[in-house]
């Protein structure tokens, strides 16, 4: 067998890992599904009415608008949960038995990001069903779940790589946790629960040059107008922006948690 | 030792509430990064509601002045909500680790072991609450008059005691902190779908309906009216009446759990 299938291999058996052991637990999917579905009921039911002021965009409704929010504090929340876990992994020596196992480190930490890329495509798939369910219309068409989907997962791995890098960094899966104030912050001033246009100083100046909020609109856009290029595109380069520091900063974790063990 | 035994059941009862509530007050001066969480979510909620959501002032309808103002007895009743329900998922933690054994062998009743936690839970609750309020008013929130105060911090206290109760019926029901995302989405559910966000006209219908029959909406009503208005009685007694039955539903509730507990 090939050095890449057997890494591979790994990564899907690490990555299959990650996934049961998050559903297994209330605790780690409680933030994933429960909360964001929770969170999406109470502001589409609470500030629905948001959808008649000036200056709000064209929407069928205040759900169809949401969606994407729902779907990006699910993915933020996947992110954290994933570095839990993987601080909790430390914590207990399991990631010790890896490291002296003889497969490549960086596909510890590739499986696990692959586990939370797998729940962020279950997040995505979850709140299109909702949105679908309790009447949202996908403005695009079909095309808009494959772009709403590829999104969802890219950031969902990407996050998890920041997520991972404080988790290797730390070693503590209660600072890991501790984390979850300051996702809620990010998502906040983002334009992920409200047109940008309308948010209060200095959320609005900040959510203009949050990368989230290139993301959300990615996801947004196909559900609620027609499909853009250039939006598609911003949302793309966001996510690679991402994906990049928390490549940095997870090897950079790594080298530094194979030097203390 | 001899002093104890003759002491009063009902001075004995009192000194082991209030042993019970000195001990979570200890974890908090010990561990002061525990209060963390149930501070921060509060204030950052209010935060991002408010700059997020503060726009739905102009809405025709809602005739209330700041959104900041409207917003605040909200996350005050939220951290309340929170407190109450890490006050189960430290029982749980306590049941995982043995300690309540040891409590359920002494001699104290059951109700008294059950009333140390959920009045140190409320004392606690009046920390994330002062501190929202502190950075409410700071933004511009009303001053809601001592009235309106202490109203509000009754309200607080009074419902991270509801928490309190239903956190621990949960953890002795499911003797694991696996149950903590429950304790919490029941009291986010509880709290939220009230008027926190609008006012009742302005809800979705759905959301209304839910709202109406919500008790916990008649406690918004009562912490919020100081910060609004004027503080009138017919306001807050219905706030006083929804608490006190939710405290004698989920009390029943998690007394029976703490009886059917073993040891």
């Known amino acids: ?232 595109l911003e949302a793309l380069l966001a996510v690679l922006g991402i994906a990049a520091l928390g490549l940095v900063l997870s090897a950079r974790a790594l080298r530094h948690r194979l030097r203390v063990g | 030792m001899e002093g104890a035994a003759t002491l009063p059941a009902w001075r004995a009862n009192l000194a082991t509430i209030a042993a019970l509530m000195a001990r979570a007050r200890n974890e908090l001066l010990r561990v002061p990064g525990a209060a963390i969480p149930g501070v921060l979510a509060p204030t950052i909620f209010f935060l991002g509601i408010n700059g997020v959501f503060g726009a739905l002032t102009q809405l025709h309808g809602f005739d209330t002045g700041t959104y900041e103002s409207f917003v605040v007895p909200v996350s005050m009743l939220q951290g309340a909500g929170f407190t109450g329900a890490a006050a189960g998922v430290n029982l749980a933690r306590d049941m995982e680790q043995g300690w309540v054994d040891r409590l359920l062998v002494s001699p104290a009743p059951r109700w008294v072991l059950l009333a140390g936690t959920v009045l140190a839970a409320s004392a606690r609750a009046l920390i994330p609450a002062t501190f929202v309020l502190a950075i409410a008013l700071a933004l511009g929130a009303g001053w809601p008059g001592i009235d309106g105060l202490l109203i509000a911090y ?64 008649r406690v918004v009503d009562a912490a919020r009216q100081g910060f609004l208005g004027a503080v009138t009685w017919s306001e807050t007694w219905p706030g006083v009446v929804a608490l006190t039955g939710l405290l004698i539903v989920l009390g029943a509730w998690s007394l029976r759990e703490m009886r059917r507990t073993a040891v």
């Open chain 2, 154 to 217: 009754l309200m607080v206290a009074a419902m991270a005691a509801v928490a309190a109760c239903w956190g621990s019926a949960l953890a002795l029901r499911f003797k694991s902190q696996s149950a903590a995302p429950l304790m919490q989405a029941g009291m986010m559910a509880l709290i939220f779908t009230t008027t926190a966000y609008a006012p009742l006209a302005l809800l979705q219908p759905w959301l209304r309906s839910v709202a109406e029959v919500n008790p916990v909406t």
């Open chain 1, 1 to 232: 067998m090939s050095e890449l299938r057997k890494t591979a291999r790994v990564v899907g058996a690490l990555g299959m890992r990650s996934i049961r052991q998050t559903f297994r637990r209330p605790q780690l999917i409680a933030p994933i599904l429960v909360f964001p579905t929770l969170l999406l009921a109470i502001q589409t039911g609470g500030a629905g009415g948001a959808v008649n002021l000036p200056g709000f965009p064209p929407v069928q409704g205040f759900l169809q608008f949401m969606l994407a929010g729902a779907m990006m504090q699910s993915l933020m929340l996947a992110g954290n949960s994933g570095g839990i876990a993987l601080a909790v992994d430390i914590e207990m020596g399991f990631t010790d038995r890896l490291f002296a196992a003889p497969i490549p480190r960086y596909a510890i930490v590739l499986g696990r990001l692959a586990g939370t890329a797998a729940l962020g495509l279950f997040a995505a798939i979850w709140f299109l069903a909702i949105g679908l369910i309790f009447g949202a219309e996908l403005h695009s068409g079909v095309v808009a779940v494959p772009i709403a989907i590829v999104l969802v997962t890219a950031t969902a791995m990407a996050v998890g790589g920041i997520g991972a890098a404080i988790a290797l960094r730390t070693g503590s899966a209660s600072v890991v946790q501790g984390l979850f104030p300051l996702v809620l912050v990010v998502l906040f001033l983002s334009s992920a629960f409200f047109p940008n246009g309308l948010m209060i100083q200095p959320a609005r100046a900040i959510a203009e040059y949050n990368p989230l909020s290139f993301v959300v609109e990615g996801i947004r856009d196909p559900i609620v107008s027609s499909v853009d290029a250039g939006t598609e």
